[in-house]
């Protein structure tokens, strides 16, 4: 028995399926309904504690036992799944020891990655195209056309230097041999930051004036600094 939509009508949990799993012929539908089945744990994994390894990475512990069960398949078909998301690199597994499950660790294509800034609102993360095309964030359409013009000018100086490189899968993320040894010296996944900035820019079109400063603004808000408890009290208190 099934049951039209109405307005109210409410949808249970579900897994989300990757847009660019439907451009990867190389992968049976078995493969795809795996990934999405282990990108639906790992989110989980985001999310609690302890699932993520001493370089920031989520990963999950999922026995093909277990996949077997949860996807209706033979454990050889899900191994073969397997094997085929690890050519592709689209998982990684990191092996325990003797009768110990796989870490498995789920890649995402960095072009596909939406990188959301603290400073976009929810209209404007939803305004990213499918179809790769630049596109203007809210915020810039409210700005005069006159306005506009004067910060593309301070942009394309900022990024004209030539003392500047180019980093990051599409060349777009620009910093200089200071900038990239402060990188390396302040943050230990710097290289990581420069890939979700170079997806970020090229998917939403959003351009940045200080591409470290970016960095380190995002790796801050990342990894915020403890909170400092004071201990201290007044000669006529206790603690």
Known sequence: ?????????????????????????????????????????????????????????AFIFFPIKDLAETMHKSEMSVKTALAVLEKTDLIFRKRQGPGLPNKIYVKVPPEYLVQTDRNLSLIQTETYPSDGQETVSVRERKVSGSNNEKNNNKIKKQGSKADRTAYGKYQNVFLNEKELAQLQKEIPLYREYIEKLSGYIRSSGKRYQDHAATIHSWYTQDHPAPVRRSYECKEDESL
């Open 1 to 57: 028995m099934t049951q039209f939509l109405i307005k109210d009508t409410l949808i249970p949990p579900y897994m989300a399926f990757p847009r660019f799993l439907l451009d990867m012929e190389q992968l049976s539908e078995t493969a795809k309904i795996l990934y999405v089945l282990l990108l639906d744990r790992a989110r989980l994994s985001q999310k609690n504690e302890g699932w993520v390894d001493e370089r920031g990475r």
